[in-house]
C-alpha cells in the first residue's frame, strides 16, 4: 500500500465532492438540465475572472485557449511582443511564429520577473506591435510576472495584453476588467481543481473588436462561435460534459470559500513553503518575484543528480512533484501548493523532501523545514 | 424519481466499470505509472481501428479531429471532394472553407449514400482534387456511406479518403488498413464508451506522406508533434487524463467482448430497432442504407409537432433521444444504439415511444414495436 500525493502545478488533486460527480450518468449537451446547470457555471466563471465579459469553455488543454488566442485575434505578418521567462513564456513564441506573426521575445533569466521600464522600452521599440502574450505565473520557474503594470503598458501604448494565467487564475488575484487585461485563460486541472481537459478564455471589449479583423483560419477554437453558443447555455461542439458537471461543484466550493479567502491561502501556503525551503539551507529560483501556485527550489550544489528528488520522493514515498523542464532538467525540483491544498500538503510535500535531502547525502535535522513552514503558517493563518 | 435512459448518438451510456473509474484520483502524465497506462491504450485503439498506425489521442471534441485532418493534410487553395449527406458532412464543406480549400460538395438527399458511380464522376471532373472527406456514418441522417466503394476510389484515382468514423468506428467494420482508408477518426463519447472530451485520429502512410507539403498553420492539433509524442508515450499537451484512465477500461470491455462480437451486437440492436419501427407503421429514413450505429425515423403525418415526440419521451418518461437537426427538425426523431447498448435499450425506447405515439393522437398498439424488437433480436440473437 503506497498512498499517492499528487502536489503538482496541473493536475492538482480533485475534491472528494467534485470527484464523486466525475462517474455520474453523462448528462446530453443539448437538453435544458445542460443548460441550467451551465448557466450556473457560466456566471460562476465570471466571477472567478472577475469580469462581465463570457468565460468560454473549450474541450482543450490550456495550449488550445493560448493557440485560440493567436489564432482569433491576429492575422499572419503582425508582430506581438512576448515574455520569454521559461517553457511557458517561450510556447507563445512558438505559436506566434506557427502562425506567421512575427514575434519579438523579451528572453528572461530563469526564474525573473519582466521590468516594466524593460518591456516599455520594446514598446518603444516597436510601435507596430499589437499585443503583449505573456504569463501571469510561469509554471515552469515559479515566478509571478507583474500582470497590472503589463497590462497598464499595453492599454497605454495601444497594445492588447494577453495573459495566460493557466496556474494563477483562481490562485492569485488576476481583476479581468478592474486592471484591463484583454485576453486571460486557465485550465481545467489547475486551480479550478477539475481533471485536465478544459480550457477557459475571456476577451476584453477591444479584443473582440480586434478579433473582427482577425484573418488566420479558426474553426474548432472559432471563439465568436464559441460566444454565440455560450450565449444560449451552449457550447459550439460537443463540450467535455462530465468535467462540466464536476465543474459545477468544485466553483460551488470556490464560492463557498470567497476569491479573498482563496488568494490569503495560497499565499500563505507559498510563504509557509517558501520559509521551510530556507529554513532547509535551499534556494528559491524565482526569490524577487515567487508566484503563489508553485515554488521552484535550486537542487543544492551537494546533490550531483538532481533528477533524483522528485523520483525519489514519488516513486518511494508516493509524493508526486514535478522536476525541472528543458534546460532546467536536474538543476530545480518545483512543489506545488495551489487548488485543493491545506497546510498539510505543504507539510507533506517538506516532510517527504527532508527524507529524501538525507537520504541522498545533504543531511538536515528532521522537522527544520516543516517546523519553518508551520511558523509561518501559524503566524499568519487562521488559528 | 425519474430514472433516466440516455440513448442519444453520443453521448451514449457509461459502463459502470468506467464511471467507478472517472472519479479516481487523476495520475500525472509525466509519469511512468501513465506511460504504462497509455502504452496499453495505445495498442488497443489500434486493434479498434485495425491499423498499425499510430491511433493519435486528442484532448478536443469529434469536431478537433476534422479540423486536425484538415490543417494536417492540405495547403491553401487545395480542391477537396465533400460528401455533404447531413449536417456533419456539410461539417466537412464549412471547415474545408474555413482553411481556404475549395471544396467541390456533392449533396445527398437526406438519408441517401453517395453512390459511387456518382463520386466517380465527380473525381473525374475534378482531376485537382486531393481527397474526398466523408462520413461512415451520417449522424444526423442514420445512413452509413459506402466506405470501401469511396477508399476504393480515392486510391484508384490517387486521392486521400478522409472518413469521419465518429459514429462508426467500434461500431461496425470498418478495417483502416485492409481497406486503405487514408484517415479515420472517432470520439471518445461513441462507440469507445466514456464520455465527451477526446478525438481519435489515425493516418496512412499516404497521409502522413501528404502532410510533409501542407502550409496551413497549426500548433495545438499539430498531429507530428502528437505523434512523436505517442511513441514516447506521452501527448504533446496535457491530456484529459480522467478520460484516458476510462478508456484503459473501456478497452479492455471490448477486448473482451471481440470486434466481430461487438459489430454484430449492433447490427442486430439496429434490425431489431428498424423492425419495431416498421411495425409501428413509421418509416426509416435511411431505408436503402442505414446506420448499426442510429436509426432516424420519420414523424408520422399523423403528429403535427414532431418535436413533441422526443421532448415528450425526455421530460415524462426520462427516456432522452434526439429529434432532427437544422432542416430535418421536426421531421424526424432519432434512437441510438451502440456503445454500452443491449436489446434492452432497444425495447425501453421503443416501449416509450409506444406510449407517446398514443398519447400524441398516433395510435398504436401496446406491445406491438416491442414484439417485432423481440422477435428479429430473437431470430439473430445469441439464445
Same mark, same amino acid.
Given at each position: 500500500?503506497?498512498?499517492?500525493?499528487?502536489?503538482?502545478?496541473?493536475?492538482?488533486?480533485?475534491?472528494?465532492?467534485?470527484?464523486?460527480?466525475?462517474?455520474?450518468?453523462?448528462?446530453?449537451?443539448?437538453?435544458?438540465?445542460?443548460?441550467?446547470?451551465?448557466?450556473?457555471?457560466?456566471?460562476?466563471?465570471?466571477?472567478?475572472?472577475?469580469?462581465?465579459?463570457?468565460?468560454? #469553455?473549450?474541450?482543450?488543454?490550456?495550449?488550445?485557449?493560448?493557440?485560440?488566442?493567436?489564432?482569433?485575434?491576429?492575422?499572419?505578418?503582425?508582430?506581438?511582443?512576448?515574455?520569454?521567462?521559461?517553457?511557458?513564456?517561450?510556447?507563445?513564441?512558438?505559436?506566434?511564429?506557427?502562425?506567421?506573426?512575427?514575434?519579438?521575445?523579451?528572453?528572461?533569466?530563469?526564474?525573473?520577473?519582466?521590468?516594466?521600464?524593460?518591456?516599455?522600452?520594446?514598446?518603444?521599440?516597436?510601435?507596430?506591435?499589437?499585443?503583449?502574450?505573456?504569463?501571469?505565473?510561469?509554471?515552469?520557474?515559479?515566478?509571478?510576472?507583474?500582470?497590472? *503594470?503589463?497590462?497598464?503598458? #499595453?492599454?497605454?501604448?495601444?497594445?492588447?495584453?494577453? #495573459?495566460?494565467?493557466?496556474?494563477?487564475?483562481?490562485?492569485?488575484?488576476?481583476?479581468?476588467?478592474?486592471?484591463?487585461?484583454?485576453?486571460?485563460?486557465?485550465?481545467?486541472?489547475?486551480?479550478?481543481?477539475?481533471?485536465?481537459?478544459?480550457?477557459?478564455?475571456?476577451?476584453?471589449?477591444?479584443?473582440?473588436?480586434?478579433?473582427?479583423?482577425?484573418?488566420?483560419?479558426?474553426?474548432?477554437?472559432?471563439?465568436?462561435?464559441?460566444?454565440?453558443?455560450?450565449?444560449?447555455?451552449?457550447?459550439?461542439?460537443?463540450?467535455?460534459?462530465?468535467?462540466?458537471?464536476?465543474?459545477?461543484?468544485?466553483?460551488?466550493?470556490?464560492?463557498?470559500?470567497?476569491?479573498?479567502?482563496?488568494?490569503?491561502?495560497?499565499?500563505?501556503?507559498?510563504?509557509?513553503?517558501?520559509?521551510?525551503?530556507?529554513?532547509?539551507?535551499?534556494?528559491?529560483? *524565482?526569490?524577487?518575484?515567487?508566484?503563489?501556485?508553485?515554488?521552484?527550489?535550486?537542487?543544492?550544489?551537494?546533490?550531483?543528480?538532481?533528477?533524483?528528488?522528485?523520483?525519489?520522493?514519488?516513486?518511494?514515498?508516493?509524493?508526486?512533484?514535478?522536476?525541472?523542464?528543458?534546460?532546467?532538467?536536474?538543476?530545480?525540483?518545483?512543489?506545488?501548493?495551489?487548488?485543493? #491544498?491545506?497546510?498539510?500538503?505543504?507539510?507533506?510535500?517538506?516532510?517527504?523532501?527532508?527524507?529524501?535531502?538525507?537520504?541522498?547525502?545533504?543531511?538536515? *535535522?528532521?522537522?527544520?523545514?516543516?517546523?519553518?513552514?508551520?511558523?509561518?503558517?501559524?503566524?499568519?493563518?487562521?488559528?
Amino acid at each position: 500500500m503506497k498512498k499517492t500525493y499528487l502536489l503538482t502545478p496541473g493536475p492538482t488533486p480533485i475534491p472528494e465532492r467534485v470527484a464523486a460527480i466525475l462517474g455520474q450518468p453523462v448528462v446530453h449537451h443539448r437538453t435544458p438540465g445542460f443548460e441550467t446547470l451551465f448557466q450556473e457555471v457560466r456566471e460562476n466563471l465570471k466571477w472567478v475572472f472577475q469580469t462581465k465579459q463570457e468565460v468560454l #469553455c473549450l474541450a482543450a488543454s490550456g495550449t488550445g485557449a493560448m493557440e485560440a488566442a493567436v489564432s482569433n485575434l491576429f492575422s499572419p505578418g503582425e508582430k506581438v511582443i512576448t515574455v520569454n521567462g521559461g517553457k511557458f513564456g517561450e510556447r507563445w513564441t512558438k505559436i506566434a511564429n506557427a502562425f506567421g506573426l512575427t514575434a519579438i521575445e523579451i528572453k528572461l533569466e530563469p526564474g525573473a520577473a519582466v521590468k516594466p521600464s524593460e518591456l516599455e522600452k520594446t514598446i518603444a521599440a516597436h510601435s507596430d506591435a499589437k499585443a503583449v502574450l505573456f504569463q501571469a505565473s510561469e509554471t515552469s520557474t515559479g515566478s509571478a510576472q507583474p500582470v497590472k *503594470a503589463v497590462a497598464d503598458l #499595453c492599454r497605454k501604448n495601444g497594445l492588447l495584453s494577453v #495573459c495566460d494565467a493557466i496556474t494563477a487564475a483562481g490562485v492569485f488575484d488576476l481583476p479581468m476588467d478592474a486592471w484591463g487585461i484583454d485576453v486571460l485563460m486557465t485550465g481545467s486541472q489547475k486551480a479550478m481543481m477539475i481533471p485536465p481537459g478544459m480550457a477557459f478564455i475571456a476577451l476584453s471589449d477591444r479584443a473582440w473588436k480586434k478579433s473582427e479583423s482577425s484573418t488566420l483560419p479558426k474553426f474548432y477554437l472559432n471563439l465568436k462561435k464559441e460566444r454565440d453558443a455560450h450565449l444560449k447555455n451552449q457550447t459550439a461542439w460537443t463540450p467535455a460534459t462530465s468535467l462540466v458537471m464536476g465543474l459545477q461543484e468544485s466553483l460551488r466550493m470556490m464560492r463557498e470559500e470567497g476569491l479573498e479567502n482563496i488568494f490569503k491561502r495560497h499565499a500563505l501556503l507559498a510563504a509557509s513553503t517558501r520559509a521551510a525551503v530556507e529554513a532547509l539551507g535551499l534556494e528559491v529560483l *524565482a526569490k524577487d518575484s515567487p508566484s503563489s501556485a508553485v515554488t521552484a527550489v535550486k537542487v543544492p550544489s551537494s546533490i550531483q543528480e538532481g533528477k533524483k528528488i522528485p523520483k525519489l520522493m514519488r516513486d518511494r514515498y508516493g509524493v508526486v512533484i514535478t522536476g525541472g523542464q528543458d534546460e532546467l532538467a536536474g538543476k530545480i525540483f518545483r512543489l506545488s501548493h495551489f487548488g485543493y #491544498c491545506s497546510i498539510f500538503d505543504v507539510t507533506t510535500a517538506i516532510s517527504c523532501l527532508e527524507l529524501v535531502l538525507n537520504e541522498l547525502g545533504h543531511p538536515v *535535522a528532521y522537522g527544520t523545514g516543516v517546523g519553518a513552514a508551520l511558523k509561518t503558517y501559524a503566524a499568519g493563518g487562521p488559528g
